[in-house]
DNA sequence: AATGAATGAGCGTTCATTCAT
DNA sequence: AATGAATGAACGCTCATTCAT
């Protein structure tokens, strides 16, 4: 029992869940370290023998969170019986996901970062390619889409992104515009006309 | 007329042009008012005879902006013959806009200042809504949409304007994951399968 | 008259006096921006007004105490009847300079920093380059020296600036272990063993 | 044998050949504790087993490298036949010393800081009256200063201590300026013309 | 004897804002 | 209307020192 790793281990996991709040109210410019180790129960200080800097610790924060995410996705999703039950499934674990942790800020903050920074943008173009790979992998279970050709489920997995996407910011600024039945009702169309 | 008013107002739009363009560079934290006023080829000081403060500025670039935005689009959008033209042109202007002027990082840099700030999220909100209202008024010139009620056309807006949405952000982080060709038609199938 | 340029030529002129007490009192390191301005009377944003950064100012002030070291021995230096006479003359004043302005610490100071860093390096090596000229040109008008060749004199020159320099770091640490008079002396015959 | 004391002291030796080289590379100030204990093998929390702070290990260093040098030079400082060959000797060693274990930065860094902090200047003040006398040992056992006054030889020794500092400190700055030939000559000269 | 997590004070630098000119 | 010197509060980061292990 090495209880200096176990000591180190508990710290950087309270560094990296104070700044995912810290990050989500205040976004990453305005969040200072001062404000992460305050939150964290540390010093200042301290932050620097878990991150080497402010951007790094963004970083490791941003994959992680994206990683829990989509963990948090694929263990609580059951596909349903028909194509319907299955997006309708995904649409609602994908709505409560969204409320949970301050994700709508952070996630957005990932984003109009990613499009500045070139580092950042690369591993959020991972992320998406990574949810159109799992998004193909369902709808392949369906009879619906079984013998699709894999380009044309690659644009279908990208739309229901976007759409999931569009749906969560226009959720976060101005709520209760769509209903989750349209969002699931318009993602069932869409794989029935293009499939 | 009144020279100094003139040339208070040519200098205001010198300001407002420079920082649209330092905003989307930097983003509006990293975005200094020197960068700003030696962008717009006056000193710090020019600035606040002219704002109060940067984030007076900010909100008005942002309400500009988005104003823009939308005077451009209706002003040169031209509906086709059917539903299908229609959305077709409208989609193809979305993305012609959406890539000028620096216009994505901008924009999600609004919104990721709206999901923080309340004063923000109202403006944005308003946007929004003007867009739906928009929208609507397009979808009830085809025969489509002619009859469908308002509550159903709201829906129908919103989820045009959440793929749009998506598939901009997408289009910004991870280029050609989707053709132009697909967004247009999933609007169109969701406006039959909901119309 | 432009009441601007003046302040802030004022102002420059009280951080480059301010910095030639604390970096004297502190050395490099340790004298703090703070120190510094507020030794000006100003605070420590004033400083980012007239430098762009701390080394850039201890560059400034090390070309100008140089200099101000060099212009002062000019003005004041009077050869005497012969070499003797314009050896202890030129002596007398070295020391007297030497004393003035906390001279010693700064000097060494840069000495030190020379050593490290190339550019600082290059300033003090030129800085070297003009007394040795300097002391040539003061040889060269003695009946002693007026017909040694260059190389011979720049040994010369160069091996009593060693000894003086020699002097003055000892004078600093340990004081009063040699006389003006045989530092005098032993320059003297110096100057006749070689010429 | 006691086996912590041995590994206690070659701890302490690793620290002090570490912290030679960083103090010579980076200078006191900049020349971190984790520099030092990294160049030793060591983490920082070990250095203060055998060190009370930093300035502690300094003027160990010190005292510690200023002896090593005159052990060094008395053990390899053959006396010449005559008074030039001892000179010639002594300024031949004096040269090697100084160019080995990066002296130069360390020595000029002492003498800096001795003229800011009192205690340090007491113990560099030692060292220099070590080497007048330990020049005035040499100079009584050729036949020129035999019989020379203990005040006038110690004017001489300080002297030619002066010119080798000063030629020392010359090399380092602007190298080649001056020849080893010339110094000794020089301080051969001035031995004759004061004894 | 040695590790390494944590502290806390300090530093160079940036920047929105003010105001005399 | 415009300049630009000055402020003052932050901020990211460093580091000598302490102490539980």
Redesign the pocket.
């Known amino acids: 029992m090495n ?3 176990i ?2 281990e ?2 950087f996991q309270k560094f990296m869940e104070a700044s995912l709040k810290v990050f989500a109210e205040k976004g990453y ?7 992460i ?1 305050r939150e964290a ?10 991150f ?4 790094e610790l963004f970083l490791k924060l941003m994959k992680s969170r994206l990683e829990v995410f989509k963990q948090q996705f694929l263990e609580s999703f059951t596909p349903g019986e028909n194509i319907e039950d299955t997006v309708r499934a995904g649409v609602a674990l994908f709505v409560h996901l969204t409320k949970k942790d301050n994700w709508a800020p952070l996630y957005f903050e990932f984003c109009v970062n990613a499009i500045r920074n070139d580092s950042i943008k690369k591993h959020m173009a991972d992320h998406y390619q990574d949810w159109i790979e799992t998004i193909i992998f369902i709808l392949k279970q369906s009879k619906e889409c079984k013998s699709c050709k894999d380009d044309v489920l690659k644009q279908l997995a990208a739309t229901i992104i976007a759409l999931l996407d569009g749906y969560h910011l226009q959720e976060s600024i101005s709520p209760n515009s769509m209903s989750q039945d349209t969002i699931s009702k318009s993602i069932v169309n869409v794989i029935h006309s293009i499939c």
Do not use: P
Request: glycine share 6%; hydrophobic share 25%; proline share 0%.
């Open positions: 209880k200096h790793k000591k180190k508990i710290s410019e305005k969040a200072s370290l001062d404000d180790a129960g540390y010093t200042k200080g301290a932050f620097y023998i878990h080497s800097s402010k951007e």
